[in-house]
């Protein structure tokens, strides 16, 4: 681990931890996005000759989309011909100044190449090294499949919950397996510095993003195993546990109510209903679901009778009934809390200008600020990595470059 700069007071939070980047498309460069942020020196090695596919999704220019640049900022890039024996050898010698490697390949590309745990190890026993794949590396009968985000979502279960109860299941519009896998390895490679700096051990950290997905069932699992006569499934929008559960038809959108037992009389009040109380077909969350075909219809109405949507939030929020509009991905730029929150951002590009991303999710009181951070050419920073991490010399890394061995891509 490299110290932090000198005379700086206040350190970012993973300033001098040096991470070697093994990583595409969203999973693994969730993890290394977040930990640049927060100051880490993130090398992103990218396979010959065209890097990380997520460079040329849709609207690219040059070589590069607004993905990559939402996922890769502030990496440097070294671009390595991987069908080379010889590359191992120069990616060796990375890992032994690397503090983590973070990689989510295909099962067995690491291996082949001599580059996986068990190997690396013993380059470095310090190092911390975490794997992000579909189906999990250890004690996994199903290490040997590849998979992508919904993938996961379909063998967690989480797909089968999601949709209309007489309709095909559905997947979520985000990636939210590969996301969902990028946090959960960030935290276990924050817990594995945390350990290391204790102990001075690495050690390998094993994330699956169905595992990950599975972890959120909130009651389906519980509720399948203790009656094994009924599986769990989707309900649609509206929940199947109790009443009001789900999206409703505002006057001019949706907007979802999530009101359970403690917020059910301040819901009745709310919509001027104290009577539901009294009402003995409605006295229990069961009873409230059973009969919720009619109260979806009773809530509709009183909300067409205040004229917007923002009269019936106002209502519900001073009944301290909670709610919310379900919002598109364009309502949010400008909205309000997104705004103040800092979670509607714009970061520039030399090359597509100012690109709007979505915005750092972590606080922290002790440093707010976020750094200045730019997306890498492919291979742009082959010389300055193998130079400073490595210890190549000049005629070494042009050796390397002549032969073939590194490639890049400059910038106009």
């Known amino acids: 681990m490299v110290a932090a700069s000198e005379g700086d007071a206040e350190p970012r939070i993973l300033e001098g931890v040096r991470v070697l980047d093994f990583t595409q498309y969203l999973a693994g460069p969730t993890v290394t996005r977040l930990m640049a942020e ?3 020196d993130i090398v992103k090695v990218e396979q010959a000759p065209g890097g990380d596919p997520t460079r040329y999704l849709p609207f690219s220019a040059d070589g590069r989309s607004a993905y990559f640049v939402q996922q890769n900022r502030g990496k440097r890039s070294v ?22 490697v973070v990689e989510n390949y295909g099962p067995g590309v690491l291996e082949k190449r001599g580059l996986d745990w068990d190997s690396l190890r013993q380059i470095n026993p310090r190092l911390i090294m975490a794997s992000i794949s579909a189906f999990g590396r250890r004690n996994s009968p199903l290490s040997h499949k590849v998979g992508f985000d919904t993938i996961a979502q379909a063998f967690s279960g989480f797909m089968h919950m999601t949709g209309e ?13 590969d996301v969902s896998a990028g946090v959960h390895a960030l935290t276990g490679l924050s817990l594995a510095l945390y350990h290391r700096e204790r102990t001075g051990k690495g050690q390998w950290v094993d994330i699956s993003m169905i595992d990950c997905l599975y972890h959120a069932h909130e009651i389906n699992v519980q509720f399948a195993a203790k009656n094994p006569r009924v599986d769990p499934k989707r309900s649609g929008s509206h929940g199947g546990i109790g009443f009001p559960a789900g999206c409703f038809k505002g006057p001019e959108g949706y907007i979802v109510i999530l009101a359970l037992d403690r917020q059910w009389p301040n819901f009745c009040q709310a919509i ?31 909300m067409a009778s205040l004229g917007t949507d923002q ?26 809390y997104y705004l103040e929150r800092e979670m509607v951002r714009v970061v520039p590009d030399p090359i597509l200008g100012d690109v709007t991303i979505p915005g750092f999710p972590l606080k922290f009181s002790g440093r707010p ?44």
């Open 369 to 412: 600020d976020l750094p200045d951070l730019t997306t890498a050419a492919l291979g742009q920073h082959n010389a300055d990595v193998l130079g400073s991490w490595a210890g190549y010399d000049q005629a070494r890394i042009d050796e390397l470059a002549g032969a073939g061995l590194l490639h890049s891509r400059d910038r106009d």
């Open 38 to 40: 927060l100051g880490a």
């Open 79 to 100: 671009c390595v011909d991987f069908s080379r024996p010889e590359s191992s050898d120069v990616i060796r010698d990375l890992v032994a100044a690397a503090d983590v």
């Open 165 to 177: 109860r007489d309709r095909p299941p559905q997947f979520v519009g985000v990636g939210f397996a």
């Open 311 to 336: 009269a019936v939030l106002d209502a519900l929020d001073a009944g301290r009934v909670p709610c919310a509009p379900v919002l598109s991905p364009r309502q949010t730029l400008e909205h309000p």
């Open 272 to 302: 001027g209903r104290p009577d539901l109380l009294d009402d003995p077909r409605y006295a229990t969350a069961r009873d409230r679901a059973k009969a919720k075909d009619e109260l979806i219809e009773l809530t509709e109405a009183w």
